[in-house]
């Protein structure tokens, strides 16, 4: 009985080690993931254009990087497939006497690649910028449509602040035509629809100066507005009004041609102060465009029509419930009906249909580079 268990131990010893040099022996090792890109820098010129590389992976790829507006990239990914892939990189032309610059990151695995994107300045600025200023993003409404970087809401009549219209999206209410966006109010089948729609509204921008030129509807119950709000808020953890809120133009066809810009905060709501709210009668307001603009930096918030200053907020607190204007907001423009400020005297059905005209937006921050 002792001699059988010492050589069932001694197998049992031996064998052990045999398996393990056994299984390792037929691994195939994992080839190590690579990534590369036959150029890492392009210069582009100022008038726009389109230049190429190619990328070569041996692992499914793809763009990590979230490319300006003023850029197109494709393709943004793809498989591997053992060979090269040309990739194309086309720009808009540049509209400011600067260089602008981006960086696109590509990513197989863990491993990463940049190319680095740069356009030239152009010759002469094609749009008017506050001084020390830059464009960065802007829409012209030169299309048949809206772009990429809209966001149209969907909401029903009574989501917010008692208004009466329901929010759908698509050109009966949001068309782009004839370099304008024209945001459409009708009633049909006893509802009324409009359009609100945001720009950007996953990133924003923080501080610059954001500007529209828009020409407003006429009638009582109508509430065009061109204003701000925080990106990516949570509601929930930081709820309305202390997460901000910035109405560069707003104006109540009940009181037809007065401009308002209004600033929101835990310190400030709907106060009608003079540090919070600001008006100016605008005689043409609602037959001829005008620019309505704000110029938002770390220390203040001012707001202009044509260039002239409404409201200036610039509170010496800068802690939350004065200043929660520290993170990044996105623009909107939307045309409500009714509600609590729009039919504070009621409505008028016969101003329907009614259009809010824009003619562009613009967005423009500090110039980085001298």
Same mark, same amino acid.
């Given at each position: 009985? /002792?001699?059988?268990?010492?050589?069932?131990?001694?197998?049992?010893?031996?064998?052990?080690?045999?398996?393990?040099?056994?299984?390792?022996?037929?691994?195939?090792? #994992?080839?190590? #993931?690579? &990534?590369?890109?036959?150029?890492?820098?392009?210069?582009?010129?100022?008038?726009? $254009?389109?230049?190429? =590389?190619?990328?070569?992976?041996?692992?499914?790829?793809?763009? #990590?990087?979230?490319?300006?507006?003023?850029?197109?990239?494709?393709?943004?990914?793809?498989?591997?497939?053992?060979?090269?892939?040309?990739?194309? #990189?086309?720009?808009?032309?540049?509209?400011?006497?600067?260089?602008?610059?981006?960086?696109?990151?590509?990513?197989?695995?863990?491993?990463?690649?940049?190319?680095?994107?740069?356009?030239?300045?152009?010759?002469?600025? /094609? @749009?008017?910028?506050?001084?020390?200023?830059?464009?960065?993003?802007?829409?012209?409404?030169?299309?048949?449509?809206?772009?990429?970087?809209?966001?149209? *809401?969907?909401?029903?009549?009574?989501?917010?602040?008692? *208004?009466?219209?329901?929010? &759908?999206?698509?050109?009966?209410?949001?068309?782009?035509?004839?370099?304008?966006?024209?945001?459409?109010?009708?009633?049909?089948?006893?509802?009324?629809?409009?359009?609100?729609?945001?720009?950007?509204?996953?990133?924003?921008?923080?501080?610059?100066?954001?500007?529209?030129?828009?020409?407003?509807?006429?009638?009582?119950?109508?509430?065009?507005?061109?204003?701000?709000?925080?990106?990516?808020?949570?509601?929930?953890?930081?709820?309305?009004? $202390?997460? $901000?809120? &910035?109405?560069?133009?707003?104006?109540?066809?009940?009181?037809?041609?007065?401009?308002?810009?209004?600033?929101?905060?835990?310190? @400030?709501?709907?106060?009608?102060?003079?540090? *919070?709210?600001?008006?100016?009668?605008?005689?043409?307001?609602?037959?001829?465009?005008?620019?309505?603009?704000?110029?938002?930096?770390?220390?203040?918030?001012?707001?202009?029509?044509?260039?002239?200053?409404?409201?200036?907020?610039?509170?010496?607190? /800068?802690?939350?419930?004065?200043?929660? =204007?520290?993170?990044?907001?996105?623009?909107?423009?939307?045309?409500?009906?009714?509600?609590?400020?729009?039919?504070?005297?009621?409505?008028?059905?016969?101003?329907?249909?009614?259009?809010?005209?824009?003619?562009?937006?613009?967005? =423009?921050?500090?110039?980085?580079?001298?």
């Amino acid at each position: 009985m /002792k001699l059988k268990t010492y050589l069932s131990a001694l197998f049992l010893a031996l064998s052990f080690p045999l398996t393990g040099c056994g299984s390792s022996s037929g691994d195939d090792p #994992v080839p190590a #993931v690579t &990534i590369t890109v036959s150029n890492d820098a392009l210069t582009l010129p100022a008038a726009g $254009g389109s230049q190429s =590389f190619t990328l070569s992976a041996n692992h499914e790829w793809g763009l #990590v990087s979230t490319p300006d507006s003023w850029l197109k990239v494709s393709p943004t990914s793809g498989l591997s497939s053992g060979g090269a892939v040309q990739i194309t #990189v086309t720009a808009a032309a540049n509209p400011n006497t600067l260089s602008r610059s981006a960086s696109l990151v590509f990513a197989a695995g863990t491993e990463r690649k940049t190319v680095v994107v740069t356009q030239e300045a152009a010759t002469t600025a /094609k @749009y008017d910028a506050p001084e020390g200023y830059e464009l960065v993003w802007h829409d012209e409404f030169d299309g048949t449509q809206l772009s990429d970087d809209w966001t149209e *809401e969907q909401k029903p009549a009574g989501w917010v602040n008692n *208004e009466l219209q329901t929010y &759908i999206k698509g050109s009966s209410v949001n068309e782009v035509k004839d370099g304008h966006l024209l945001i459409h109010c009708y009633q049909e089948g006893g509802k009324v629809y409009s359009g609100r729609v945001y720009a950007k509204v996953k990133e924003g921008w923080t501080y610059g100066y954001f500007e529209a030129r828009i020409k407003l509807p006429s009638g009582k119950g109508t509430w065009p507005a061109f204003w701000m709000m925080p990106a990516n808020n949570n509601f929930a953890t930081n709820p309305w009004p $202390g997460c $901000g809120e &910035i109405d560069i133009m707003e104006e109540v066809g009940a009181d037809p041609n007065i401009v308002s810009s209004t600033i929101h905060c835990n310190k @400030y709501n709907n106060g009608n102060t003079p540090t *919070e709210h600001g008006t100016l009668k605008v005689p043409t307001a609602e037959s001829d465009y005008h620019v309505y603009a704000c110029e938002w930096t770390a220390s203040k918030l001012e707001f202009f029509v044509d260039g002239k200053s409404i409201l200036k907020y610039e509170p010496a607190d /800068k802690t939350k419930d004065f200043w929660p =204007f520290n993170v990044p907001f996105y623009p909107i423009l939307n045309l409500a009906w009714g509600g609590s400020w729009g039919g504070y005297k009621g409505v008028d059905a016969s101003a329907l249909p009614a259009t809010m005209s824009v003619d562009y937006v613009r967005v =423009f921050q500090r110039s980085l580079t001298p």
